[in-house]
């Protein structure tokens, strides 16, 4: 199985503060990679397919790239609504696997 | 608007069996590809099993394959996941997920708010 492995498992920020998360695969992926938005209690939240992306309806403040094994999800002005847990997801092949995830919190 | 709405969790004891529902609706279902993914409290997103829009295609975790069945009715608009030889480890919030474009290899665009399953004698 892929193994994704996320970085940082936790970051702490400010409103307005530009936040990475980057999301590495132990073989490559091509561009075969999502992100999700997970807020406690809610289900998680499609942001961005293909890599690079942008679902309907996500904010332009995200952004992702990367292709082959290293992979980044970049907002830039955090805002307030955004603090939450983010996954990346490989559909390359099956099993799918997630990366462990990413806790934005507040600073 | 998609809608996924889970059923059938609750409190079962180790070895025993549950059948997990999901019912779709405002979407054609027998056109896309549907997953079930679980989470622990307190953990990550583990994806669970996979069954393609026509059931030709199904696909499963290893933690849970001989166990798990996946299945569907598109008659109905519903999404099962038969769930037998339970574990402790198999405690955790079920969410049926939708492909975002039908076919079994994609992210998923909508999900459920999930059915909660704890295995505990």
């Known amino acids: 199985a892929i193994q994704m492995t996320q970085s940082p498992s936790s970051v702490s920020a400010s409103v307005g503060d530009r936040v990475t998360i980057t999301c590495r695969a132990s073989?490559?992926?091509?561009?075969?990679l999502g992100w999700y938005q997970q807020k406690p209690g809610q289900a998680p939240k499609l942001l961005i397919y293909?890599?690079?992306t942008l679902q309907t309806g996500v904010p332009s403040r995200f952004s992702g790239s990367g292709s082959g094994t290293d992979f980044t999800l970049i907002i830039s002005s955090l805002q307030p609504e955004d603090f939450a847990t983010y996954y990346c997801?490989?559909?390359?092949?099956?099993?799918?696997?997630f990366g462990q995830g990413t806790k934005v919190e507040i600073k | 608007e998609v809608q996924l709405l889970e059923s059938g969790g609750g409190l079962v004891q180790p070895g025993g069996s549950l059948r997990l529902s999901c019912v779709a609706s405002?979407?054609?279902?027998?056109?896309?590809?549907m997953s079930w993914v679980r989470q622990a409290t307190g953990k990550g997103l583990e994806w669970v099993s996979t069954?393609?829009?026509?059931?030709?295609?199904?696909y499963y975790a290893d933690s849970v394959k001989g166990r798990f069945t996946i299945s569907r009715d598109n008659s109905k608009n519903m999404l099962y996941l038969q769930m037998n030889s339970l574990r402790a480890e198999d405690t955790a919030v079920y969410h049926c997920?939708?492909?975002?474009?039908?076919?079994?290899?994609?992210?998923?665009?909508?999900w459920g708010q999930g059915t909660l399953v704890t295995v505990s004698s």
């Open positions: 997920a939708r492909g975002r474009l039908g076919g079994v290899k994609d992210q998923f665009d909508y």
């Open positions: 405002e979407f054609t279902f027998n056109t896309f590809a």
């Open positions: 069954i393609s829009a026509g059931s030709t295609g199904t």
């Open positions: 073989q490559g992926i091509r561009n075969d």
């Open positions: 293909a890599a690079s």
């Open positions: 997801l490989q559909d390359y092949n099956y099993p799918r696997t």
